[in-house]
């Protein structure tokens, strides 16, 4: 079974400049999470998606991120604009509601904003 | 406001020297804990899941507890491929966010 796939892996950018991360869950998992890992820390969720709606989006700061999942498959990360403080890894999850309760990440994306 | 805590923040051990990890935790209603293992550049791959005190699971040199207020993750005769961030998580209801602790470096030299 494929799992979570995240593309790109690195991005390195400006402040100011804006940016997208891009998850494919594995396949069938109907629920989908973005995390937001800063260096030292554990992650710590921005958005979760249960199909094509939302369920959690209240530490996402919304004046500069925004999420979607077309077709409850995909899903995109956008930062715009990036302040140097947005410099992370973003990890994409995914689980099978129908089943247990863990989720299964993403490599992740690194993001450096310089 | 619920919190999890992690202790040691880096442990060192030699192969073969067993040790413990600690993850301590403030939640109002707990569903699940979970565990994790992180390694460099890589996303967190989970390991267990306890849901009651009282309960225990293992996988390989690894076995996770639970008590009502902290979880341990023993580690018996570790080896070098042990080697990693040990990330702890608490979740409230099914299906929802993970609150993670800040995690346990894990180093074990031959």
């Known amino acids: 079974e494929a799992g979570v796939a995240q593309s790109p892996r690195y991005k390195i950018i400006e402040k100011r400049q804006s940016v997208a991360f891009w998850c494919n869950p594995i396949s069938g998992h109907a629920t989908l999470y973005w995390y937001q890992q800063i260096l030292g820390q554990g992650p710590k969720l921005l958005i979760q998606f249960q199909n094509n709606g939302v369920v959690d989006d209240s530490q996402l700061p919304k004046d500069r991120f925004s999420a979607e999942r077309l077709k409850g498959v995909d899903s995109t990360l956008k930062i715009q604009p990036a302040k140097l403080e947005d410099s992370a890894v973003y990890l994409c999850?995914?689980?099978?509601?129908?089943?247990?309760?863990?989720?299964?990440f993403g490599p992740g994306t690194r993001l450096t904003v310089t | 406001e619920d919190q999890v805590t992690q202790s040691p923040e880096a442990l060192r051990l030699q192969e073969g020297e067993s040790s413990s990890l600690n993850c301590s935790y403030t939640?109002?209603?707990?569903?699940?804990l979970f565990w994790y293992r992180q390694d460099p550049g890589k996303g967190p791959e989970f390991l267990f899941t306890?849901?009651?005190a009282g309960e225990e699971k293992e996988k390989e040199r690894l076995k996770a507890t639970l008590t009502k207020k902290e979880s341990f993750l023993h580690i018996t005769a570790p080896k070098p491929e042990d080697s990693a961030t040990y990330l702890c998580a608490v979740q409230r209801n099914q299906g929802g966010k993970l609150i993670f602790g800040q995690g346990t470096e894990l180093s074990v030299k031959p």
């Open positions: 306890l849901y009651s």
């Open positions: 939640v109002s209603g707990l569903r699940g």
């Open positions: 999850a995914s689980r099978d509601p129908g089943t247990f309760d863990e989720q299964y």
